[in-house]
């Protein structure tokens, strides 16, 4: 991300262009993610990436925001083995638990979009500068929770080992 932002500025100071970084709800403060703590870890430095970032850049007219989605309806966990009906399953008892979902459903690609275009379009966003968008349907306002959702799609894929009671 680093690299590509560092490649892009050059340009983006001629065309007064957007950086949208893409993240996710693990990498905020309350997001600790025993699941994949190398993910939740990355994620976090991404952010303060685009945090540091924005300040610099938007001195050139560059302005450096990112997205941060919760659980989203991909197929990431399909390409790790689970079936179509595991996966089905699994965003429905998440999205019927309101300790990982508050709003009661996994999000789509298309709302993570949206929100890309929305900070990618200056009329629209043009004094948001270094923020983190959060896309997670409310998950994050009780962060700790929703690793149990990530920690059950991990389970069902055999990804990670059973924890002894």
Known sequence: VLRLCQLAYPHLIK???EIVNVSSVTGLNNGASAPF???????AAQDQLTRNLAIYYIKKGVRVNSVNPGIISTN????QGL??????????QIGASASCVPCGRAGTPDEIAEAILFLADRKRSSYIVGHQLVVDGGSSLHMPLI???????????????????
């Open 83 to 92: 079936s179509d009906e595991a996966v089905k399953q699994g965003e429905e």
């Open 15 to 17: 065309t007064q262009g």
């Open 76 to 79: 990431i966990v399909q390409r």
């Open 37 to 43: 703590p190398f993910y939740s870890v990355s994620k």
């Open 147 to 165: 690793a149990d959702g990530y920690r059950m799609f991990a389970d069902m894929a055999g990804a990670l080992p059973k924890q002894k009671a």
